[in-house]
């Protein structure tokens, strides 16, 4: 992280975007929960319904902060969190320098950001623990370890608290799932940068 | 033992001398009555060169504290060639004298001229005065069968008990196991069910009977297959304890020289020195909780160099790089032992037992909590044996591939692309015997080959790599190996995975028939050592 990011830390702003379908609304309120009730801080939602639920694009907009938020909607995410190409492209366009663009890396291929971006195959994962559902939370893991917007206690309780009964334990081992993803793309950026890329060095 | 009885008891140095030039040197000694030193035991040979490393291990472990094999100088052994190969025999058993904490300087190579006498007793009393100072050797002599000669082994109750243990009677005699076995699909006569119907009927002592219960394979097939659950294999190695404890020799390969070697690593003061090898890059930390297990691949190297270039202890370096990759820097034990699985599936349990009583208690008191290992033998005897013989463990064992597969899928890696038309052969101790042959499967499933064709028969079904414990290998063995050869050939791969050493050891050794060199040859690398080449961060 950038030096300009961790200042903005005090303030940052969210976009989750996908289709309808995939728990775009839910991650998005899972990281505004878990950063307002678990790690007392403010944060407001928005979330875009209407046909987008249904299937078409849809968004949910989150800010987090240390101080009261006085306005909701986010112009320039500081967070562009995106699974599916349409959702990507509607906002790539409102994506800085500064912002963390954070994918799955099978339903948005093409991407052409000016920031950081990180990718996983969050649906695929979840697929293989057994339910596409969870694409989602494998995501939240994903941003928790790469960005640290929340506490990981924080962001398991808001998803014990979320999910249907009787998958909370699923739904935690999506999230670890995701998070140790995210910090073995951290740890393997860092070695590359060291110039270790593999075993034989 | 103490200090105090190696002083005691004298050193004994075994002297092979040849019969031509030097022993008319050493003649010489004897006539001028000089002083040989009582210490000093001669045995005349026609040759150095006929001198193998089996015999020149063995004298150590029949209790010699220094081997002394001295001939004539290179171009004037009467036979040619008879100097170079004692110089490379001595070379490599001091290798393998090196890695079990003994030291080469125990074994000597030296030549004199007839008129050379003195020169020869000044080699000698240097030598004894080297050893006085190193003191006796630690191994000690094996234990091995306690014979059971009084008991007739066809009637014995060690039989029936064996019978009954491997429930020999519920065999419905349905023959799946002998369509099965590959050893009786290459035309060999031997039948596993006529093994057991001997058993019943007490013929275990025909000859035929004998041969083939040291050719069995181990290798399950037909366990596999068996309707009635026929532990075949296990019977097998236990039967072979019984031929044992009867006298009867084993029909172990290479003059027995690897038994000796693993034999001799049954003896309580023996210290090996291993790891002195590995790689400067390599991280270790001998304080982690993580042990790596390597086994005995830098004996098969130095053993097998002369005829087959084989590099198994890489495998071992590469799987401590996959550790470190994963940012594991586990512990090495500088005086790890042989496991003992050769041993027990060779019919000597006596010392296996020995062996692995050994291991346990140092392992246990190691304190750490798993042990890695990449070797399927190693994995199934600290895993499954140990503890059926009544051996826990304090900690987990873990194959390589398991901690791989669980690290791999957590992490953000890729595999770069290999360049090979990939077919894989299987471990006959990982696959069947521990029963996981989704275990490299998994991992070959995430490198990015031109292609992976699995071979004719493969998994549960894969034919194995020809011996077993390093008996009974014959001509049999080698069509089989040559059969799986070809069967890798057609599936066109140009690069033959494997998952143990030894069946890179074996396979690598049907290559080297002479007639078919070019039709068999494949390249062949351990699938620890193809992902560490081919992993990466993403
Ligand atoms: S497969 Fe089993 S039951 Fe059939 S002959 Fe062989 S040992 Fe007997
Ligand atoms: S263990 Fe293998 S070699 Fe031995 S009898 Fe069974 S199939 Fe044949
Ligand atoms: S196949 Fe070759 S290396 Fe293996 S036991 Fe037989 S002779 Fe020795």
């Known amino acids: 992280m950038t030096d300009k990011e961790k200042n903005t830390i005090a303030q940052t702003e969210i976009i989750v975007t996908g289709f309808g379908g995939q728990g775009i609304i839910l991650a998005g309120k899972i990281l505004g929960m878990a950063a307002s009730l678990g790690d ?8 875009a319904y209407g046909p987008e639920s249904r299937g078409g694009a849809c968004n949910a907009q989150v800010i987090i902060s240390n101080t009261p938020i006085h306005y909701p909607y986010v112009q320039y995410p500081d967070i562009l969190i995106a699974m599916s190409q349409a959702g990507y492209d509607k906002f790539a366009g409102q994506i800085t320098e500064d912002s963390i663009l954070l994918i799955d890396q099978d339903l948005v291929p093409t991407v052409d950001a000016p920031c950081p971006a990180y990718a996983i195959s969050s649906t695929r994962m979840a697929e293989k623990l057994g339910n596409k559902m969870m694409a989602n939370i494998i995501m939240v893991g994903f941003t928790t370890a790469i960005t640290q917007l929340v506490s990981t206690s924080s962001a398991e309780d808001m998803i014990a608290k979320s999910v249907p009964k ?4 699923k739904n935690i081992a999506a999230f670890t799932k995701g998070y140790d993803y995210g910090l073995s793309t951290l740890k393997g950026r860092e070695r590359k940068a060291a110039g270790q890329t593999g075993a034989i060095v | 033992m103490t200090m105090h009885n190696k002083e005691s008891s004298p050193i004994k140095i075994i002297l092979f001398l040849c019969n031509w030039g030097a022993h008319a040197a050493y003649q010489t000694l004897q006539d001028e009555q000089r002083p040989i030193p009582d210490e000093v035991h001669m045995v005349r040979i026609p040759c150095t060169g006929r001198i193998d490393r089996a015999l020149l291990l063995k004298a150590f472990s029949m209790g010699g504290d220094g081997v002394a094999l001295v001939g004539c100088d290179p171009g004037t052994c009467r036979y040619g060639t008879g100097t170079a190969t004692a110089q490379r025999n001595t070379k490599d058993t001091g290798m393998i004298l090196d890695l079990l904490g003994l030291g080469s300087d125990r074994l000597r190579f030296a030549s004199f001229l007839p008129d050379e006498s003195e020169k020869l007793l000044l080699f000698l009393e240097t030598f004894l005065h080297d050893l006085q100072q190193r003191g006796k050797t630690s191994i000690q002599p094996a234990v091995g069968a306690q014979p059971v000669t009084n008991i007739p082994m066809n009637a014995g109750p060690e039989l029936q008990q064996l019978i009954a243990a491997h429930d020999i009677y519920a065999c ?48 399950g097939l037909c366990y596999e297959r068996c309707p009635s659950a026929v532990n075949f294999p296990k019977f097998i190695k236990e039967l072979r304890h019984l031929y044992k404890q009867n006298n009867k020799l084993g029909d172990e390969t290479h003059g027995g020289f690897l038994h000796a070697l693993m034999r001799s690593m049954a003896s309580p003061e023996l210290t090996p020195n291993r790891w002195q090898d590995i790689p400067q890059e390599l991280q270790v930390d001998q304080k982690s909780n993580i042990l790596f297990y390597g086994g005995c691949a830098p004996y098969y190297d130095i053993f097998f160099n002369k005829h087959l270039d084989v590099h198994t202890e890489k495998i071992l370096f590469d799987a401590i790089r996959l550790l470190n990759f994963f940012d594991v820097h586990p512990r090495l034990l500088k005086d790890e032992r042989c496991c003992g699985h050769d041993l027990l599936w060779s019919g000597d349990k006596e010392c296996f037992l020995q062996i692995a009583r050994l291991n346990a208690d140092r392992l246990n008191s190691l304190g750490i909590d798993t042990m890695i290992t990449s070797c399927p033998e190693c994995y199934m005897t600290f895993n499954t044996t140990y503890p059926a013989h009544g051996l826990a463990l304090n900690f987990e064992v873990i194959h390589l591939y398991e901690f791989l597969e669980k690290e791999i899928d957590r992490s953000a890696v890729s595999f770069k692309p290999l360049a090979k038309n990939i077919t894989f052969q299987d471990s006959c101790r990982l696959t069947r015997l521990e029963d996981k042959p989704e275990l490299p499967r998994q991992l070959l499933d995430r490198l990015s080959p031109e292609s992976f064709q699995e071979m004719q028969e493969s998994g549960r079904a894969a034919v194995c790599c020809g011996n077993s414990a390093w008996t009974g290998c014959d001509s049999y063995s080698k069509a089989m190996q040559v059969k799986r050869l070809e069967q890798a050939q057609d599936t066109g791969a140009d690069l033959l995975v494997t998952a143990c050493p030894k069946c890179q050891i074996h396979l690598k050794c049907a290559m080297e028939d002479p007639l078919r060199l070019n039709k068999l040859s494949i390249d062949m690398q351990d699938l620890t050592s193809v992902i560490a080449q081919s992993i990466s961060w993403k």
Not at chain 1, 166 to 169: A, I, L, P, R, V
Not at chain 2, 194 to 215: C, F, H, P, Q, Y
């Open chain 1, 166 to 169: 009787g998958t909370e334990q």
């Open chain 1, 40 to 47: 007392h801080k403010e944060s407001t939602l928005v979330q």
């Open chain 2, 172 to 219: 419905q005699d349905c023959g799946k196991c002998s369509s099965a076995c590959p050893l009786a699909l290459i035309g060999k006569p031997f039948s596993a069910r006529g093994i057991a119907t001997a058993a019943i009927a007490g013929n275990l002592n025909d000859e035929s009977v004998k041969e083939n219960v040291w050719s069995c394979l181990t290798c």
